[in-house]
């Protein structure tokens, strides 16, 4: 489990400096605008709600990419990385990691257009490759008015029912995770049950995206954090899929 997963209830962690703005520098947008063409030429989108007939548009993007995706590649580097770099600058790690996994760009091309860059300066100069598609530009637009819905039908049964205690689990991540590291190990009540999401499962299959049940589960601060560091009466709810729970 890496540092930056872990940083929810940790304290001394110095002050935050807020940034107001969305985007700094000119290049974030372009960025913030790879991300999003990618997730409206995304293969999940097959079986999404709205419907959208991804045999219908002429992309050769042919994989998965959502925020999870993004998440799990910025996400997936070292610590003192991940401190050092700033926001979008991870998210163009990310996104350039999946590039290269996924065979979309070679080390080499990537290497090219890099020392290209560091010569001439200026990357809205060179001679990148463009192709005109009226369909792609439609299905990207209709994905920033439409959206994705998160909902997913589940192939099995919830394993766990609203009012039963759990135990939250404390599992390896070499990446992304969604689970708080100050709720692992830790005991709550579920409170509601979610029967449909889209998943990351921890571990070394991480990967691997399929729907999942979610909770709704519930916690005493005292349970958390001790009695002396607790508001009285207060609890504290967190969402959390059914592959970080267990029977208490």
């Known amino acids: 489990m890496k540092l930056q997963h872990t940083l929810g209830g940790l304290q001394g962690l110095g002050p ?6 969305v985007f700094v520098e000119k290049w974030e947008t372009r960025i913030f605008g790879i991300h999003t063409a990618m997730m409206a030429l995304s293969t999940h989108l097959e079986n999404s709600i709205p419907d959208y007939s991804m045999d219908e548009v002429p992309t050769t993007f042919k994989d998965i990419w959502t925020w999870a995706d993004l998440r799990r590649g910025a996400e997936s580097i070292s610590p003192f990385a991940y401190f050092q770099f700033r926001y979008y600058e991870k998210w163009l790690g ?10 979309y760009i070679t080390q080499e091309e990537l290497d090219l257009f890099i020392t290209k860059y560091l010569k001439e300066g200026n990357m809205e100069e060179l001679a990148l490759p463009s192709k005109q598609e009226d369909a792609i530009d439609q299905q990207i637009i209709k994905y920033l008015e439409e959206g994705d819905s998160g909902r997913r039908e589940t192939s099995s049964e919830p394993l766990f029912s609203e009012g039963q205690s759990v135990v939250v689990k404390d599992p390896d991540c070499s990446d992304h995770t969604r689970l708080p590291g100050y ?14 999401s889209y998943a990351y499962f921890p571990g070394p299959s991480d990967h691997l995206q399929t729907p999942q049940v979610s909770y709704s589960v519930k916690f005493l601060p005292e349970n958390i954090w001790g009695k002396e560091y607790s508001e009285t009466g207060s609890v504290v709810y967190a969402d959390l899929f059914e592959c970080y729970l267990s029977n208490l």
């Open 94 to 103: 990310g996104i350039t990691g999946f590039f290269l996994e996924k065979g």
């Open 16 to 21: 935050v400096d807020f940034q107001k703005k």
């Open 183 to 196: 709720l692992r190990n830790k005991v709550g009540t579920i409170e509601l049950v979610y029967p449909d």
